[in-house]
């Protein structure tokens, strides 16, 4: 079955980098787009990120445009994320999803990792 | 930025009853809508999909309806396992947009 899991989170202080990574396993990891999605604590969920199936089409939430970087490597059916620069409004739990469809991308999100809690704070 | 708007915030339902949620959208997302369930400390799980269609696995008693900007998720005989947050999200134009949710706690 289709599995996500992600790792990385942790406690940085503002201003420092983080790298979060999501292990993708049960399905064909390079045909899927991916994506981030954030939660911060007890708010809603807002998306971050997506990078297509072949990695070359990259989407960002004004947020955190040019301060995070979406990634992948289908040779290690791994997803990631780095994110720079990072502030306290970053703090968050940050969740990889996979697309619904095959060889597209901006479709509804039918798998969800556990999430990974990243706080920024001095 | 489509923004999506929910209400009730909290909708206070007793088991066996409806419960009916709504969303709106800023501008049209055709059916370009999704609702997704949340219980604390798990990851949202697609409940629907092009406003109307159940995912994998939900049961019959949710259904949503709704073109355009106007949107509802109905549960129709609340059980104990969907009290939980809801939250819609579209996926018609960049960025996707989540609404702010909404709880349906008991009653």
């Known amino acids: 079955q289709v599995q996500l899991v992600e790792s990385g989170g942790g406690v940085v202080q503002p201003g420092r980098s983080l790298r979060l990574s999501c292990a993708a396993s049960g399905f064909t990891f390079n045909t899927y787009a991916m994506y981030w999605v954030r939660q911060a604590p007890g708010k809603g969920l807002e998306w971050v990120a997506v990078?297509?199936?072949?990695?070359?089409?990259?989407k960002y939430a004004d947020s955190v445009e040019g301060r995070f970087t979406i990634s992948r490597d289908n040779s290690k059916n791994t997803l990631y994320l780095q994110m720079n620069s990072l502030r306290a409004d970053d703090t968050a739990v940050y969740y990889c999803?996979?697309?619904?469809?095959?060889?597209?991308?901006?479709?509804?999100?039918?798998?969800w990792g556990q999430g990974t809690l990243v706080t920024v704070s001095s | 930025e489509i923004v999506m708007t929910q209400s009730p915030v909290t909708l206070s339902v007793s088991p066996g009853e409806r419960a009916t949620l709504s969303c709106r959208a800023s501008q049209s997302v055709g059916t370009n809508l999704a609702w997704y369930q949340q219980k604390p400390g798990q990851a949202p799980r697609l409940f629907i999909y092009?406003?109307?269609t159940r995912a994998t696995g939900i049961p019959a008693r949710f259904s949503g309806s709704g073109s355009g900007t106007e949107f509802t998720l109905t549960i129709s005989s609340l059980q104990s396992e969907d009290f939980a947050i809801y939250y819609c999200q579209q996926y018609n134009d960049w960025p996707l947009t989540f609404g702010g949710g909404t709880k349906v706690e008991i009653k």
């Open positions: 990078i297509s199936y072949h990695g070359t089409i990259k």
């Open positions: 092009s406003a109307s």
């Open positions: 999803a996979r697309d619904q469809r095959e060889y597209s991308y901006g479709y509804p999100l039918p798998f």
